[in-house]
């Protein structure tokens, strides 16, 4: 499949990887919107949200709750944060493999444009 997530999370091309377990890949994001700006994928390959599944619950609820320990063992948790999952046209998903982009390090805006 010519997905660039997949090709990542497979070590097929280097990136900056902050975590990676059998089932997880988190990287640093290319093009950073934020002090801290990396990416949480599962290694299956999701093309969003949309394309979930039941049996897909456990994996992302994983991926959420490994997202946390992160913000904690990288010292952003106290001070707070933000996950974003984008889907689809209208939600500015860009990449075909599902993501959570995790931002902090500074005061995020909302209502987000
Ligand atoms: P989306 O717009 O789909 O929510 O977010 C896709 C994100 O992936 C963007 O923030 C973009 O900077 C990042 N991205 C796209 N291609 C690559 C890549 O090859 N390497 C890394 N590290 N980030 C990428
Ligand atoms: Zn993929």
């Known amino acids: 499949m010519d997905c660039i997530f997949c090709k990542l999370a497979q070590?097929?091309?280097?990136?900056?990887?902050?975590y990676e377990d059998e089932e997880i890949f988190v990287f640093t994001d290319q093009n950073p919107q934020a002090p801290v700006h990396f990416l949480a994928i599962p290694k299956?390959?999701?093309a969003s949200l949309n394309e979930a599944d039941a049996d897909d619950a456990a994996l992302l609820g994983r991926l959420l709750l490994r997202i946390r320990q992160i913000a904690e063992d990288e010292g952003f948790a106290a001070d707070g944060y933000r996950v974003v999952n984008n889907i689809g046209q209208d939600g500015g998903q860009s990449v075909a493999?599902?993501?959570?982009?995790v931002l902090?390090?500074?005061?995020?805006?909302?209502p987000p444009g």
């Open 11 to 18: 070590g097929e091309i280097p990136t900056d990887v902050l």
């Open 44 to 46: 299956k390959h999701i």
């Open 97 to 101: 493999h599902i993501h959570f982009h």
């Open 104 to 110: 902090a390090g500074r005061s995020l805006q909302w």
